[in-house]
C-alpha cells in the first residue's frame, strides 16, 4: 500500500483553495487566454526565484528575460496581471489572518488555565508574582491612558466599498472552519467566495480622482463600525477577571484608560483642503456614527430586558423616570404601554431610543445646514450625506428635527449613562444582577469610553502658518509691527504679555487675509463644537515643526482669544497645545525648551489648568528621514529621557503621543516591543500613539486581530509599567550607543545629503514621481513644491523605498557604523553587539526591525529598478547599497547570533519566501510601466491609463509585502 500524502497545514490548505477559487473567477472573466497569462507569470517568476535562491540578489538573464516580456504586454494585459496578483494577495491576507487567530485559539487551549501569552492577565500575574501590591496596580489604573490615534495616509488606499467585501470574505472563510459543515454546505461557501472574489473583480480598486477628506473620515470611521464598538467591552470584561485573577479579594476600580482618537479631518498641516468647516463635519460625523451605534445597542438592549415586572418590582428611581419620560413624550408612552405594559425596562428602552433618535436628528439637521453654508463636496458624491444616509439606513437624506426634539434629546452622555444606571440598578435590587452586569454593562463601558464624540479628533498645523496668522493679527491691532523679524526668543516674550492681557486683539469685524481668517475661525469652531459636543470631543492642538516656545504660545494666543483659555487667578484651559519634535535637531532641544516653557508664568497658569499634564509629540519620520534609521532611534530614546527630567523638575506629568509609521523606516513594527523598549520613566502607563495608513487595515478591520492587537499593546503598557527596565542600569550602554549614533548618522548623510547624484538616483530608480501624482490620498506629498529630499514627506519617502524593495530608510547606516566599531575595537565590538542584544531591550528592538526591514527588502528586485537609471548613476549609488547592505546584514547576525535574517521569527521568513514570486509580477509590471510613462510625451492620452495601472501596482505590492509607507 503506498504511504499515506501528509496533509497539508490548514493554512496551506486555505490558500490553495482560494487560489483555486480566483483561478475559476479568473476563467469567468477573463478567458482562457487571461488565464494562461497570469499562469504563465506565476510559472515564470517562480522558476526565477528557485534559480536565484533565497539569498540571490540579481535574477540575471532570466529576469532580463521576464521584463522584455512584461515590456511587450499591452496595458490591458498588465492590468489583467496587477489585478489577478492583487486580488491574490487579498485572499492570502484574509487566509493568514484567519490562521493567525486559529493558532491562538489552538495556543489558549492548548495552555488550559495559564494566562494567554502577551495578554493583560499575563502581565497582572507576572506583576503579582514579582511582589507588585494591588495598591500600586490601582495606581497604574487610576492614571492609565492607551489610546491609539488613527490617521489618514497615502499608503492606505482602499476605498471603503473594498474593505466591506473584503471583510464579507473574511466572514465565510471563518466559516470553513467548522467541522459540522455537510459537504454541499462546503460547496455553497465556495460558491459565494467566487460570488464576493467577482464583485471585488468587478468593482475598481483605485478612485478614479483622488480621495477627499472626508472620503478619508468615513474610511476612518469603517473601524469603529466594524471592529471596536463590539470589542471594547470585551477588553474591559478581561481586564476585570485578570485583576480577579492576579489579585483575588482585592477590589479595583477600573476607569476608561483605552480611548481613540484621530486625525483624519483635523491635519491641517500641509493639507489645504482640511478647513475649519471640514473639521466641523468631520466632528459631527463622528457624533452621528456614535448615535447609529448606539440605537442599535439600545434596540439590542431593549429585547433582551424583556423582563416582566410589576410597579413594586423595579426601583423607585427607575419608575420616577419613566414617569417623567411619559410627561415628556406622551405619545410614544401610549404606545409603549400598550405594547410592554408589563415590561418596565422594554419600555424604558424605547425612551432611551426616542431620546438619542432626537439628538441625532438635531445633528443631521446642523450637518445639513453646514454643508448648505458652502462646504458642498464637487460633484454630486458627496460623502457627507452618504455616510449620514448610510447610517440612517434609508437611502434618503436623514429626517428633519421635530419640534420637541430639543426638550427630549440627550444633550451629554452623562444623562444616557444616568438611565443606564438606573436600569442596572434595579436590575441587581430584583434579581437581575447578571442582566445588570452584561448588555448594560457593556453599553456603560462603551459610554465611557466613546461618549457621544466616538474620537477625539486631533487638530494639527505647521507652527509657520500659526506664526503668519499671529503676525498679522498683532500687527492689525498695533501691537507689534513686524512680529515674524522677531527672534523666537522676542516672539515668545511678545505673546508671552499678549496672552496675559484680558482685553481681546482680534478685530470683530474681521477683514484678515484668507489663511489668518481661517485660522481664527478653526479656534472659534472648537470653542462652539465644544460647547455642544463636550471639550474631549477636540481638545489637543499639535503644533508641528516646534522651534522654540513661541511656536506652542501662538496657538494659547489664539485660544484666548476663543475662550478656550483663561489666564487668570483660577486658570481654565480646555484646549492642550503640543509641541511636535520632528528633526534630529528638533529632538536634541526638546527637553530645553519644554524647560523655557515650564519657566514662563502664563504658560505654568495652562500647566495648572491642565492639573499638570504636559502632553509632548515625537515624529519618527521626519526624523528618521533627516538623520537616518539608527541616529534617529537613538535620538528619539535620548529626547525622551531627557522630557522625563524636565518634566520631573517642573512637577509635570508627561505624556508622550509617537508618531509612528507603519513601516521600519517611519517608526514602525511590532508595538509591544516598541512598548518595552521605551526608557524606563518614559511610559508610566500613559502611551498615545499613531496608527497609519495600511496599518489601521491589518490591525483593526477584522475584530479577532483587532483584539489580539490591543490586548498585546495593553499588555506591553502594564508590564513596562509595573516591571520597568531598570532606571540608570548599564550606562556602558548608553554610551556605546552615543558612540555608534555618529558613525551612522555619517554613513547616511554621505549617501542621502553628501552625494549630489543621490537625489537624481532616487527619482530615476524608484516609483517617487509617479506616487506624488497618484490619486490615493488626499494630502499632497511635499510641503512645499521643489525636488528636494528636505521638502518631501516622510511617507513617499519611505513608500518609494518599499516599492522599489529597497527598504533603505529601514537599516541603512547600521551597518557602516558596525564596519568602523569593528575596525577599531575587532572582537570587543562583537561581543558587546550581542551582549546589548541580548539584554537591551531598546537595543533588540533596533536591531530586530532591522532585519524585519531587510526581510521585506529584496536586493535582487531592487536591481530591476536600479535599471530604470541611467548606468552612470547605477554605477555609482547601487554598488553602496549592496555594500552597506552587506554590513548591516552581517551586524543583524553578528548582535541576534544567527545564521539568516529573520531566524528569530520562521513563520514571518517563510511567509515573505512564499509572498515573493507572487509579488514579483507585479514589480515587473511597475518596471514597465515606469519606463512607459517617462517615455510617454506630454500630453499624451495615455499618460492618465499609465497612471492608474500604477497605482494599481502600487496598492497590489503593498498587499502582498502587508507593508508600504
Same mark, same amino acid.
Not at 349 to 365: D, H, S, T, V, Y
Not at 577 to 591: C, G, K, N
Given at each position: 500500500m503506498a504511504p499515506r500524502e501528509p496533509e497539508p497545514d490548514p493554512l496551506s490548505a486555505d490558500v490553495n483553495t482560494l487560489g483555486r477559487l480566483l483561478g475559476d473567477v479568473l476563467r469567468e472573466q477573463e478567458g482562457e487566454a487571461g488565464f494562461a497569462l497570469v499562469e504563465e507569470y506565476r510559472a515564470a517568476t517562480k522558476q526565477m526565484r528557485a534559480a536565484v535562491g533565497e539569498d540571490g540578489d540579481d535574477f540575471g538573464e532570466t529576469g532580463r528575460r521576464l521584463r522584455a516580456r512584461t515590456d511587450e504586454l499591452g496595458l490591458d494585459q498588465c492590468r489583467l496581471v496587477v489585478r489577478a496578483f492583487s486580488a491574490y494577495f487579498h485572499l492570502v491576507n484574509l487566509a493568514e489572518e484567519h490562521h493567525r487567530l486559529r493558532v491562538l485559539r489552538r495556543r489558549e487551549q492548548e495552555a488550559g488555565p495559564s494566562p494567554r501569552g502577551e495578554s493583560v492577565r499575563q502581565a497582572l500575574m507576572e506583576a503579582a508574582a514579582a511582589g507588585v501590591k494591588a495598591e500600586r496596580v490601582r495606581s497604574l489604573l487610576r492614571s492609565c491612558l492607551v489610546e491609539p490615534v488613527f490617521t489618514a495616509h497615502p499608503t492606505e488606499a482602499r476605498r471603503r466599498s473594498v474593505l466591506f467585501k473584503l471583510r464579507r470574505l473574511s466572514d465565510i472563510v471563518e466559516q470553513l472552519d467548522d467541522p459540522r459543515l455537510t459537504s454541499h454546505e462546503r460547496l455553497r461557501l465556495f460558491d459565494r467566495i467566487r460570488e464576493e472574489v467577482t464583485s471585488l473583480w468587478l468593482t475598481e480598486e483605485v478612485r478614479g480622482r483622488a480621495p477627499r477628506v472626508l472620503d478619508e473620515v468615513r474610511n476612518g470611521l469603517y473601524y469603529f463600525e466594524e471592529s471596536l464598538w463590539e470589542l471594547v467591552p470585551r477588553l474591559y470584561r478581561e481586564l476585570d477577571e485578570a485583576l480577579a485573577s492576579a489579585y483575588p479579594g482585592e477590589s479595583f476600580e477600573v476607569p476608561p484608560f483605552l480611548r481613540f482618537g484621530s486625525w483624519i479631518g483635523g491635519d491641517r498641516d500641509g493639507h489645504p483642503h482640511v478647513t475649519a468647516q471640514?473639521?466641523?463635519?468631520?466632528?459631527?460625523? #463622528?457624533?452621528?456614527?456614535?448615535?447609529?451605534?448606539?440605537?442599535?445597542?439600545?434596540?439590542?438592549?431593549?429585547?433582551?430586558?424583556?423582563?416582566?415586572?410589576?410597579?413594586?418590582?423595579?426601583?423607585?428611581?427607575?419608575?420616577?423616570?419613566?414617569?417623567?419620560?411619559?410627561?415628556?413624550?406622551?405619545?410614544?408612552?401610549?404606545?409603549?404601554?400598550?405594547?410592554?405594559?408589563?415590561?418596565?425596562?422594554?419600555?424604558?428602552?424605547?425612551?432611551?431610543?426616542?431620546?438619542?433618535?432626537?439628538?441625532?436628528?438635531?445633528? &443631521?439637521?446642523?450637518?445639513?445646514?453646514?454643508?448648505?453654508?458652502?462646504?458642498? &463636496?464637487?460633484? @454630486?458624491?458627496?460623502?457627507?450625506?452618504?455616510?449620514?444616509?448610510?447610517?440612517?439606513?434609508?437611502?434618503?437624506?436623514?429626517?428633519?428635527?421635530?419640534?420637541?426634539?430639543? #426638550?427630549?434629546?440627550?444633550?451629554?452622555?452623562? &444623562?444616557?449613562?444616568? @438611565?443606564?444606571?438606573?436600569?442596572?440598578?434595579?436590575?441587581?435590587?430584583?434579581?437581575?444582577?447578571?442582566?445588570?452586569?452584561?448588555?448594560?454593562?457593556?453599553?456603560?463601558?462603551?459610554?465611557?469610553?466613546?461618549?457621544? #464624540?466616538?474620537?477625539?479628533?486631533?487638530?494639527?498645523? #505647521?507652527?509657520?502658518?500659526?506664526?503668519?496668522?499671529?503676525?498679522?493679527?498683532?500687527?492689525?491691532?498695533?501691537?507689534?509691527?513686524?512680529?515674524?523679524?522677531? @527672534?523666537?526668543?522676542?516672539?515668545?516674550?511678545?505673546?508671552?504679555?499678549?496672552?496675559?492681557?484680558?482685553?481681546?486683539?482680534?478685530?470683530?469685524?474681521?477683514?484678515?487675509?484668507?489663511?489668518?481668517?481661517?485660522?481664527?475661525?478653526?479656534?472659534?469652531?472648537?470653542?462652539?463644537?465644544?460647547?455642544?459636543?463636550?471639550? @474631549?470631543?477636540?481638545?489637543?492642538?499639535?503644533?508641528?515643526?516646534?522651534?522654540?516656545?513661541?511656536?506652542?504660545?501662538?496657538?494659547?494666543?489664539?485660544?484666548?482669544?476663543?475662550?478656550?483659555?483663561?489666564?487668570?487667578?483660577?486658570?481654565?484651559?480646555?484646549?492642550?497645545?503640543?509641541?511636535?519634535?520632528?528633526?534630529?535637531?528638533?529632538?536634541?532641544?526638546?527637553?530645553?525648551?519644554?524647560?523655557?516653557l515650564f519657566a514662563l508664568p502664563v504658560y505654568a497658569r495652562q500647566l495648572e489648568a491642565w492639573q499638570g499634564q504636559q502632553q509632548v509629540m515625537l515624529g519618527y519620520s521626519d526624523s528618521n528621514k533627516d538623520g537616518g534609521f539608527v541616529t534617529a532611534n537613538w535620538e528619539l530614546y535620548r529626547a525622551q529621557r531627557a522630557l522625563v527630567a524636565a518634566c520631573r523638575k517642573a512637577g509635570a506629568t508627561l505624556l508622550l503621543f509617537h508618531g509612528r509609521g507603519g513601516a521600519i523606516g517611519r517608526g514602525g513594527g511590532p508595538t509591544g516591543r516598541a512598548i518595552m523598549a521605551q526608557p524606563p520613566g518614559a511610559l508610566s502607563g500613559r502611551l498615545r500613539l499613531t496608527e497609519q495608513g495600511e496599518v489601521a487595515f491589518a490591525r483593526y478591520a477584522h475584530p479577532g486581530i483587532a483584539h489580539r492587537h490591543l490586548e498585546q499593546t495593553i499588555h506591553a503598557v502594564v508590564r513596562a509599567t509595573l516591571l520597568p527596565f531598570p532606571e540608570g542600569g548599564h550606562d556602558d550602554w548608553a554610551a556605546e550607543m552615543e558612540a555608534l549614533s555618529p558613525l551612522a548618522l555619517a554613513s547616511y548623510r554621505r549617501l542621502v545629503y553628501g552625494d549630489p547624484d543621490f537625489v537624481r538616483y532616487f527619482h530615476e530608480a524608484t516609483p517617487i514621481d509617479a506616487i506624488t501624482g497618484l490619486r490615493i490620498g488626499s494630502r499632497p506629498a511635499r510641503r512645499e513644491q521643489s525636488g528636494r529630499i528636505e521638502d518631501l514627506r516622510a511617507i513617499p519617502w519611505v513608500f518609494s523605498w518599499t516599492q522599489s524593495r529597497h527598504g533603505l530608510p529601514g537599516w541603512y547606516g547600521l551597518g557602516g557604523a558596525y564596519a568602523a566599531q569593528v575596525e577599531a575595537k575587532g572582537e570587543e565590538a562583537r561581543r558587546r553587539w550581542a551582549e546589548m542584544y541580548r539584554e537591551w531591550p531598546f537595543f533588540r528592538s533596533l536591531i530586530d526591525n532591522a532585519q524585519l526591514s531587510m526581510g521585506k527588502a529584496d536586493l535582487a528586485v531592487a536591481r530591476i529598478y536600479d535599471a530604470l537609471a541611467e548606468p552612470a548613476l547605477r554605477a555609482k549609488i547601487f554598488p553602496r547599497i549592496v555594500e552597506e547592505w552587506r554590513r548591516t546584514r552581517e551586524a543583524v547576525l553578528t548582535a541576534t547570533g544567527r545564521s539568516a535574517l529573520l531566524d528569530i521569527s520562521p513563520v514571518l521568513r517563510r511567509s515573505i519566501r512564499l509572498r515573493n514570486p507572487y509579488v514579483d509580477p507585479l514589480s515587473f509590471v511597475q518596471v514597465s510601466l515606469l519606463a512607459r510613462l517617462r517615455a510617454a510625451a506630454e500630453p499624451a492620452p495615455e499618460r492618465d491609463v499609465l497612471q492608474r495601472l500604477l497605482a494599481l501596482t502600487v496598492n497590489g505590492i503593498a498587499a502582498g509585502l502587508q507593508s508600504t509607507g
Open positions: 471640514v473639521t466641523e463635519q468631520t466632528l459631527r460625523l #463622528h457624533r452621528e456614527t456614535a448615535f447609529s451605534l448606539y440605537e442599535s445597542s439600545l434596540a439590542e438592549l431593549e429585547r433582551e430586558l424583556s423582563v416582566a415586572a410589576e410597579p413594586r418590582e423595579i426601583s423607585d428611581e427607575l419608575a420616577r423616570s419613566l414617569d417623567a419620560d411619559a410627561a415628556a413624550m406622551p405619545e410614544l408612552a401610549a404606545s409603549l404601554t400598550l405594547h410592554f405594559a408589563s415590561e418596565p425596562y422594554r419600555r424604558k428602552g424605547g425612551f432611551m431610543q426616542a431620546r438619542i433618535a432626537a439628538a441625532r436628528r438635531i445633528n &443631521a439637521a446642523r450637518l445639513r445646514e453646514r454643508r448648505r453654508g458652502g462646504a458642498a &463636496a464637487e460633484g @454630486d458624491d458627496d460623502p457627507v450625506l452618504g455616510q449620514a444616509q448610510r447610517l440612517w439606513g434609508t437611502g434618503a437624506p436623514p429626517e428633519p428635527p421635530r419640534p420637541d426634539d430639543d #426638550h427630549i434629546a440627550y444633550a451629554r452622555p452623562d &444623562a444616557l449613562g444616568e @438611565d443606564l444606571r438606573l436600569i442596572g440598578e434595579s436590575l441587581r435590587q430584583h434579581r437581575g444582577a447578571r442582566l445588570a452586569d452584561g448588555l448594560v454593562a457593556d453599553l456603560l463601558r462603551r459610554l465611557a469610553v466613546f461618549g457621544f #464624540h466616538l474620537a477625539r479628533l486631533d487638530l494639527r498645523q #505647521h507652527s509657520e502658518v500659526v506664526a503668519a496668522a499671529t503676525a498679522e493679527v498683532l500687527q492689525v491691532a498695533g501691537v507689534e509691527p513686524d512680529f515674524l523679524a522677531l @527672534d523666537l526668543p522676542a516672539r515668545a516674550r511678545v505673546l508671552a504679555r499678549e496672552i496675559a492681557n484680558p482685553r481681546p486683539i482680534l478685530r470683530p469685524l474681521g477683514g484678515y487675509s484668507a489663511p489668518t481668517a481661517e485660522t481664527i475661525a478653526l479656534f472659534q469652531m472648537i470653542a462652539r463644537l465644544q460647547q455642544e459636543l463636550g471639550p @474631549d470631543a477636540c481638545n489637543v492642538f499639535i503644533v508641528s515643526m516646534t522651534a522654540g516656545t513661541a511656536d506652542v504660545l501662538a496657538p494659547l494666543l489664539f485660544a484666548k482669544e476663543a475662550g478656550l483659555f483663561d489666564p487668570g487667578p483660577q486658570p481654565r484651559s480646555t484646549l492642550q497645545v503640543v509641541p511636535l519634535f520632528e528633526t534630529i535637531e528638533d529632538l536634541h532641544r526638546a527637553a530645553g525648551l519644554m524647560e523655557e
